[in-house]
Every structure is written in structure tokens, then in C-alpha cells.
């Protein structure tokens, strides 16, 4: 399940990816939470993170703000969802990026559980790591539709 904050990085993100497509121009935090209809003390943070990550770069000055400075294309949201709210994998046994022995489990090859899991797992790692920002950009229903059934 995705967090309310990773929602508001998405929809901060698409905002800056249509700007992007549009008039280019770089958006006060103001207003990306206005296009956004997110609330503005979230999204510092949140845009902090992207920022870091090299997604997004702030410019400072009268006509300073935010900007898309990679192509939506270039954006897994795979990573987005790695950056904001942590490990994917539903057990840490299966994370790539987070793994950890569980403690409980004596032989990590013959364990119920994570055959179980991981089955259920690589197929969703599949689908969510083909997806990018332009994904939910190019199919407005799509994104809608991904938006709703992770916060389900």
C-alpha cells in the first residue's frame, strides 16, 4: 500500500511534468499544491527528497520554484515509490535493496512463506518497475485507477 505522502508526490510530480510540457516555466510550491490540491507543509519535504534525487531542481529568486529537469519517461515510479515510502517487497527476505535474514527462519530455500510471497511479489515488481511518470500522464483514467487501488 502506498502512504498519503507518496500520493502527494506523484500528484506534485505530474504537475511538473505537464508545466514541463507546457510553458516550462519553474512552479512556487504554492502553486504546485494548488495544481496539486495537496497541502503545502507536506510537500517541501517531499519535493526535498526528489530534489536530492535528482528528479526535480529548485530555482531560486523572484521567478525561482520547482522543475521536471528528466523526462517523465526517465522517471520509474518504482524509484518514487522506493524513495518515499521505503522497501517494496512485502517481506524483507525478498527486498534487493533492503534485504535482511529473517529471524525466525531457519532455511530461507525451503520456507513456506517466502515462496508464497515471492511469487506474488516478482509479478508485481514486473508491472511497477515498466511503469514511469509518463505512464500515469498518458493515461489520465490509468493513473486514477493506480492512485485509487494502491491507497485500497
Not at 511534468?17 to 495537496?38: H, K, Y
Not at 519535504?45 to 529537469?69: D, K, M, Q, V
Not at 509479478?123 to 494502491?150: C, G, K, M, N, R
Amino acid at each position: 500500500m502506498i502512504t498519503q505522502k507518496m500520493k502527494y508526490a506523484l500528484k506534485s510530480m505530474m504537475v511538473l511534468a505537464d508545466e514541463r510540457a507546457g510553458a516550462g516555466e519553474a512552479l512556487r510550491i504554492e502553486e504546485i499544491a494548488r495544481r496539486a490540491e495537496t497541502p503545502k507543509r507536506f510537500l517541501e519535504h517531499i519535493l526535498l527528497e526528489i530534489r536530492n534525487a535528482g528528479y526535480i531542481a529548485s530555482i531560486r529568486g523572484r521567478n525561482g520554484g520547482y522543475l521536471l529537469i528528466k523526462e517523465p519517461a526517465a522517471i520509474p515510479l518504482s524509484e518514487l515509490l522506493r524513495m518515499i515510502d521505503g522497501p517494496i517487497a512485502p517481506l524483507m527476505c525478498l527486498s534487493r535493496r533492503a534485504y535482511q535474514r529473517c529471524d525466525d527462519c531457519a532455511d530461507e530455500t525451503s520456507c513456506r512463506i517466502r515462496k508464497v510471497f515471492a511469487e506474488v511479489f516478482w509479478s508485481y515488481l514486473v508491472l511497477i518497475e515498466s511503469l514511469t511518470l509518463a505512464d500515469l500522464l498518458d493515461q489520465p483514467v490509468a493513473a486514477q485507477q493506480v492512485l485509487s487501488a494502491a491507497s485500497a
